[in-house]
Structure formats: structure tokens, C-alpha cells
């Protein structure tokens, strides 16, 4: 018998894992790609979490809620083709939140942060995530 050395079992490991993500990749695209002439409300399943709101062109466009699963960050608000686009609030794992204006995945505009911990806010205008 031989005996396989934890190197090749890492390495074996990490390219079953490289292939099951591409996989679910695979999967989550050929299921965008079912939803190309859907327009509406959908619930779409993405690797970094899922979303819920508004859809088309298989994009997110209109109102719509996303809930990143690994951070726990929650967004509700405005898109335009994938992007946080006009009003929304972003909260995130940690409790922070930011609500008001977003461009182009952006804070941008005016808006309010909410620091978490300390409870401190900042009020005012935001420039490309910058205040």
C-alpha cells in the first residue's frame, strides 16, 4: 500500500474544492441565464448570497433586498444593472449602517453612517465612499 502525504491530500482537497465552486458558478449562471426574459420580482441565489427584488435583463434593476451570506451585510434599496444605484441602506455584519444616496456601488451623495460600538453618526455628503 501507499501512503498518500498530507501535501497531496491539501492539494487534492483544494481542486475538489476548485471544481465544486465552478460548479455552483455553472449552475448559478445557467440560472440567471432561465431568467433572461424575466422581468419582476424574482429570488436569485448567488454564491456571495441571495437576492430578492425587482430583475431584468439578468440584472438587478429597481427595488430589490441582498443578503450577503458569509458577512451577514444586508442592502435594501435601489439597482441599476447590478449595481447600488439611488436611495437604499447598507447595514453591516458588525452592526454598522450607512443610509442615503448610492451611484455605481458607491456611497455617493448625501447620506448617514451609523457607527455600531460607539453609536457616533455622521451626517452629510459622501463622494465615491469618501465623506
Do not use: C, P
Not at 436569485?44 to 434593476?61: A, H, M
Not at 441602506?89 to 456601488?105: F, I, L, Q, V
Amino acid at each position: 500500500m501507499y501512503e498518500i502525504s498530507d501535501k497531496v491530500k491539501t492539494r487534492f482537497m483544494l481542486g475538489y474544492l476548485e471544481e465544486e465552486k465552478k460548479k455552483k458558478q455553472f449552475e448559478m449562471y445557467k440560472g440567471v441565464k432561465e431568467l433572461e426574459a424575466t422581468r419582476g420580482s424574482v429570488r436569485v441565489e448567488y454564491l456571495e448570497g441571495t437576492y430578492d427584488g425587482q430583475f431584468e435583463n439578468q440584472k438587478r434593476t429597481g427595488s430589490g433586498k441582498f443578503i450577503y451570506g458569509e458577512t451577514g451585510d444586508v442592502y435594501v434599496g435601489q439597482w441599476n444593472e447590478n449595481q447600488k444605484s439611488g436611495k437604499g441602506k447598507y447595514t453591516w455584519g458588525n452592526g454598522d449602517a450607512y443610509e442615503g444616496d448610492w451611484r455605481n456601488d458607491l456611497m455617493h451623495g448625501i447620506g448617514k453612517y451609523t457607527y455600531a460600538d460607539t453609536g457616533d453618526v455622521y451626517f452629510g455628503s459622501w463622494v465615491q465612499d469618501e465623506r
